[in-house]
């Protein structure tokens, strides 16, 4: 069995926000109401299959934000490959 060890900052996540959205991020701090998050992005369906969005359009890309916990249904750390291409999307670096 596997124990489950959370979220941790400097960790890619994947949020499910209780509006149905679900976003992908870097975790920059976990405060007692709210996730501190860079560079968030929505998934999308592209004609190609899955794909990164901006989650917030007006705002600066290299803003961290705040998001509330009483808006967030799920968080878990991204599966590896996905979070791989996150971080090649808003880094531009290849991880191997």
């Known amino acids: 069995m596997l124990i489950d ?3 941790s900052a400097g960790e890619v996540i994947t949020l499910k926000l209780t509006s149905g959205e679900e976003l992908v991020a870097r975790l920059v701090e976990e405060g007692t109401d709210f ?3 860079s ?4 998934i999308g ?3 190609k299959g ?3 969005m901006p989650y917030l359009f007006t705002v600066s890309p290299e803003k961290d934000i705040k ?3 009483t808006a967030v249904a799920v968080v878990a750390a991204s599966d590896k490959e996905f979070a791989d291409q996150y971080m090649q999307g808003t880094t531009g670096i ?3």
């Open 5 to 7: 060890k959370g979220v």
């Open 35 to 37: 996730y501190k998050l």
């Open 39 to 42: 560079k968030p992005s929505v």
């Open 45 to 47: 369906m592209s004609p």
């Open 50 to 52: 899955p794909a990164l």
């Open 67 to 69: 998001l509330s916990k």
């Open 94 to 96: 290849a991880l191997a």
